[in-house]
């Protein structure tokens, strides 16, 4: 696993969005990221390829939907994870914010098959 390689896909507001979720909700299907932080799908699929192709994610086809969840392979980069979602929480407001909109998606039982319904307050 290439370390410089890894950093640079930490190093996008989006990416540690994304990175923020998983470790909050520990796996997540493409469709649920989609919508808890508000971005298109070719977007999002961009950036999780890139995470991914890092070692950062793993991705699990299950029928039409991928779920993700962090790659743990490596202590030294679970730390760099850890510290990089810490800093970014705190200075970052829009990751409590999708925090926030995680707990609400979880709470609201929906589903990949539902989730065009959730709407999130």
């Given at each position: 696993?290439?370390?410089?390689?890894?950093?640079?896909?930490?190093?996008?507001?989006?990416?540690?969005?994304?990175v923020?979720?998983?470790?909050q909700?520990?796996?997540?299907?493409?469709?649920?990221?989609?919508?808890?932080?508000g971005v298109?799908?070719s977007?999002?699929?961009?950036?999780?390829?890139?995470?991914?192709?890092?070692g950062v994610?793993?991705?699990?086809?299950?029928?039409?939907?991928?779920?993700?969840?962090?790659?743990?392979?490596?202590?030294?980069?679970?730390?760099?994870?850890?510290?990089?979602?810490?800093?970014?929480r705190?200075e970052?407001?829009?990751?409590?914010?999708d925090?926030?909109?995680?707990?609400?998606?979880?709470?609201s039982?929906?589903?990949?098959?539902?989730?065009k319904?959730?709407?999130?307050?």
């Open positions: 696993m290439d370390t410089v390689e890894y950093l640079k896909a930490l190093a996008d507001e989006t990416r540690l969005r994304i923020s979720l998983l470790t909700a520990d796996t997540l299907c493409a469709c649920e990221v989609e919508t808890v932080l298109n799908q977007n999002l699929s961009r950036h999780l390829t890139r995470l991914k192709h890092a994610v793993h991705a699990v086809k299950s029928g039409q939907w991928v779920h993700y969840s962090l790659a743990r392979e490596s202590a030294m980069h679970a730390d760099l994870v850890s510290r990089a979602v810490e800093i970014a705190a970052l407001p829009q990751l409590q914010t925090a926030s909109r995680l707990e609400d998606y979880k709470a039982r929906f589903t990949c098959d539902t989730i319904q959730w709407v999130a307050r």
